[in-house]
């Protein structure tokens, strides 16, 4: 059984320092992409127009896909269709299958994490070699990414030598970011020239061109799939975007929301397959169709996943990614988690103050926490969450009642905590003191608070 | 079939239909684009080295790399490298030291250079290579990412990629690393 937000996060609260660390640690994130938002006069103009390219998007998803379908085969790239997470793998399991291969590379994918693949194929008795370096951490660790872009965000790099030492043979004892990252390139250079399948994720896919656009700062995309003889892309159906031109708008936009970087190393455009290799792109539905009949919560469809919600969450910097039982954690992961099911996921949209800080940063405009907002509605009366309303009491209990955080205080983050969530007042919560002034929620916690509880 | 599936119920679920904005270019707010573009190239890891003349790169490269084997496809420095490496298997550019390519042009807001498959000579050049150079008329600096798409517009290519940089990460405690998978070190020859 899946442990509750609220349970999971009392106990990453156990180590203080740690979850100290963790804290400071995404915060620090967020103030690197407020300095490269706040370098671009228009910033806000770029949102507003990421935003509505996305509603366009999602207004026309049909008729982008079939274009984008017809001008991706034109390029000589094979594409697929899956319904589901099942139906996705099996594709994927058929095509090693006909190459004859046992062992493969794959570069971050957050949709490849929600479908469960590596699970999925290791039982079909396929080795998946993750080359993201946070990626290959957490899977020499066992364990599944704790954050979207910062995969293992929560280890420590002590810990990561003595993984290192156990599996790549690092010198024990040895700590050294960059002894460390040299020993993983040493040892990934390898699988990169061995393996003859290569897996990407996509980050855009261009209707007009039949072109998608993967990036990366480590290259390790395309150190996969430039040395493959077969390349397999994997992509939500919502990662379409109408033109190649609107790729300015997004490439903007991401590495700057999500890490503070003006953009990423690699900015990949794979159009067609080089001579003599093998291109397959694979597009998911996975209930993505579902939620773009969900009124209030088809906008979470416009996600380019840049982690920035996450880095400015006061609930998820402490309770870390793992306690949201879910492929994609922290904000944006509680709205797209209860649309794939209801039961197992109904704790996670209250794992939130509701402060709005996630819709402030969001560089698609997307209403997070009004989403939030109306998932708690939606459970709550259909029953899904009997104890939900107990479930998000003990969440926020568990991550900010510990007192000791507050007399550390004096950085802006834990003053605003002292006033969550008992106070969405403008003037007071310093979160919303930032140039993007977000549209005032419909109800605040105090109204919902009576309005539930009262 | 699934794809009539998904379709059909896109069909059936998708909100009414909203208008594409208009992509506006913002303008220009830098002074100086190759100045812009040298200081955020620097701050992520990049060198630019200024240069009047194919001669000066070459002396750069001969002093800089002396040993490493050496690839490009620009045909000023052809006899730098080795011939015949663009029709063999990629995975023997394994122990290539440098790769020295054209960029089409470089972007000033983000330090990035556009450089497609006719410039890599084969797609993995860049990214195998333990340095890289790319090389770059100091005319052909574009403002913004909505200038570079405007340039590219409709091209044909293969592939193509934006490159600001040597291949870093930050996975181990937010600790910059240069040098993750691909190059470790990257200049780029700003030819005035
Ligand atoms: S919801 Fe917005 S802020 Fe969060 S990951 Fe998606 S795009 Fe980024």
Known sequence: ?454 | MSREKILAAVAKNKPTSTPLPQIQNFGNQYADLAEQFRSVLTTIGGEVVRVKDWEEIRTYIQTHFVGFRIITTISELSDMAQNSWLQSDPHSLNNVGLAVLQGQFAVAENGSMWVTEAEMGQRAAPFIAESLALVVKSSEIVPKMHDAYARIGSADYGFGAFIAGPSKTADIEQSLVLGAHGPKSMVAFLID
């Open chain 1, 1 to 454: 059984m899946t442990i509750n937000h609220a349970t999971a996060a009392e106990k990453f609260n156990k180590d203080f320092d740690r979850t100290t660390w963790h804290d400071e640690t995404l915060w620090w994130v967020r103030q690197k992409r407020d300095r490269a938002a706040f370098s671009i006069p228009e910033w806000e103009k770029l949102r507003d127009t990421a935003s509505q390219i996305k509603h366009n998007v999602l207004s026309n998803l049909d008729t982008y896909l079939v274009e984008f379908e017809k001008n991706a085969q034109k390029n000589g790239i094979t594409v697929h269709w899956a319904a589901d997470a099942h139906e996705h793998n099996e594709i994927i399991l058929s095509i090693l299958k006909k190459q004859g291969v046992t062992q493969i590379v794959k570069s971050k994918s957050m949709l490849t994490e929600e479908c469960h693949l590596n699970p999925y194929l290791a039982e079909n008795g396929v080795e998946v070699v993750d080359t993201d370096l946070g990626e290959r951490i957490v899977q020499l660790a066992d364990e599944p990414p704790s954050h979207i872009v910062l995969p293992c965000i929560h280890w420590k790099k002590e810990e990561i030598g003595v993984l290192f030492h156990k599996h790549l043979g690092t010198p024990e004892g040895c700590a050294d970011p960059t002894l460390l990252t040299h020993a993983a390139r040493e040892n990934l250079r390898e699988k990169f020239l061995t393996r003859r399948v290569a897996i990407t994720g996509v980050n855009f896919a261009v209707a007009e061109t039949g072109e998608f656009v993967v990036c990366t700062n480590e290259g390790n995309a395309d150190m996969g799939a430039h040395l493959a003889d077969v390349h397999i892309a994997c992509m939500g159906i919502e990662k379409i975007i109408p033109q190649r031109a609107h790729l300015g708008v997004f490439l903007r936009l991401l590495a700057r929301s999500a890490t503070g970087q003006p953009i990423t190393t690699y900015s990949s455009h794979f159009a067609k397959p080089r001579a003599g290799q093998e291109m397959h792109l694979v597009l998911v539905d996975n209930g993505r169709t579902t939620q773009l009949g969900r009124e209030e919560f088809r906008n979470s469809l416009k996600c380019i996943r840049c982690g920035a919600c996450m880095n400015t969450c006061p609930v998820y910097r402490r309770s870390g990614g793992h306690s949201y039982h879910n492929a994609v954690a922290g904000p944006i992961g509680s709205i797209l988690a209860p649309n794939l099911d209801m039961t197992k996921n109904a704790d996670l949209p209250f794992a939130s103050t509701l402060c709005g800080s996630c819709s402030n940063v969001c560089p698609v405009k997307i209403n997070i926490h009004e989403q939030l907002y109306e998932w708690r509605q939606v459970l709550t009366k259909s029953g899904h969450s009997p104890t939900a309303k107990t479930l998000g009491m003990k969440a926020m209990a568990a991550v900010l009642s510990n007192p000791s955080v507050y007399r550390l205080s004096g950085k802006m983050g834990r003053l605003a905590l002292a006033n969550v969530p008992f106070v969405v007042n403008n003037s007071l919560n310093p979160w919303y003191k930032q140039r993007e002034m977000p549209e005032p929620p419909k109800e605040s916690f105090g109204e919902w608070y009576k309005k539930n509880r009262g």
